[in-house]
């Protein structure tokens, strides 16, 4: 029974450190279509919290999961970026109070480009794909051990004070652990600029989960804000609630964009 439950919590940590590529505003998963206009540089870093309890006949398995990312976004074109991200990644796990995991170490890096293929009016689309390399140690769950991809179909529609983006998202999650190749993600955001600088942000989401055995698939809100000290400096915070068991019960999270 508890070989049982560490394979199911262990494949949570998974899926919280490998399911990152580079994603929209902080503290938003939801990705929009804005990019950095040529020349121009984005230097974005983010940290996140998880903390995750499961209690069931008797066995309580406890998991916390951080992550430090580094994201360099580059506009090739006036519609084109390239973005390379890099994540520093913990993973700490107790099964009725025994670690039975706990490591550290550097993620599975991305590069990806963000393609905005339209826009009229207000409403754009761009593409969005991308390329993971097994930098992180799969031997010590950190990475999948092989190169990977994603591509994501990004909208975005501007009225007013709002903002509104959904993505549809495609992963090909290539990897040494068993785990499914192929996964889905769907997800939509929101912002609302209270007053100058200052904007509320609210998203909701799901992806395939990667445990062929589980009963559920990851599901998540997440509420923030997000504050321009000035026009080439932001800063953020957010709360991300589970909304099925195999997502986190809650994470916190934080960041600082610079734009040069």
């Known amino acids: 029974m508890k070989r049982k439950w560490f394979t199911k919590g262990l494949i949570l940590v998974v899926v919280l450190f490998v399911a990152c590529p580079s994603w929209a505003?902080?503290?938003?998963?939801t990705d929009d279509t804005g990019t950095q206009g040529?020349?121009?540089f984005q230097l974005e870093l983010t940290g996140q919290y998880d903390w995750d309890k499961e209690d069931s006949e008797g066995v309580s398995v406890k998991a916390t999961a951080a992550e430090?990312?580094?994201t360099l976004s580059y506009g090739i074109l006036e519609n084109l970026d390239l973005v390379l991200s890099l994540p520093y990644l913990w993973g700490k796990e107790k099964v009725d109070d025994v670690t039975v995991y706990d490591e550290n170490g550097i993620g599975d890096a991305a590069l990806e480009s963000k393609w905005r293929i339209f826009e009229k009016e207000g409403f754009s689309l761009a593409l969005k794909p991308g390329i993971s390399f097994p930098t992180g140690?799969?031997?010590k769950e950190l990475g999948t051990g092989k190169i990977g991809g994603q591509i994501f179909l990004i909208a975005t529609e501007e009225v007013g004070s709002w903002a509104f983006?959904?993505?549809?998202?495609?992963?090909?999650?290539e990897n040494d652990a068993d785990e499914l190749k192929n996964l889905w993600h769907v997800s939509l955001a929101a912002q609302y600029e209270v007053v100058k600088d200052l904007n509320l942000v609210a998203n909701i989401g799901?992806?395939?989960n990667a445990d062929d055995e589980a009963d559920d698939d990851p599901a998540f809100v997440i509420g923030g804000i997000i504050y321009s000290v000035n026009e080439n400096f932001d800063i953020d915070c957010g709360v991300k609630y589970g909304l099925t068991d195999s997502e986190s019960d809650i994470s916190a999270?934080?960041?600082v964009a610079?734009?040069?």
């Open 25 to 29: 505003a902080h503290p938003l998963i």
């Open 258 to 260: 610079f734009r040069f």
């Open 206 to 208: 799901m992806e395939r």
């Open 253 to 255: 999270l934080a960041g």
């Open 137 to 139: 140690d799969d031997d």
């Open 38 to 40: 040529k020349g121009k």
């Open 165 to 173: 983006h959904g993505n549809l998202g495609y992963i090909r999650n």
């Open 68 to 70: 430090a990312a580094a």
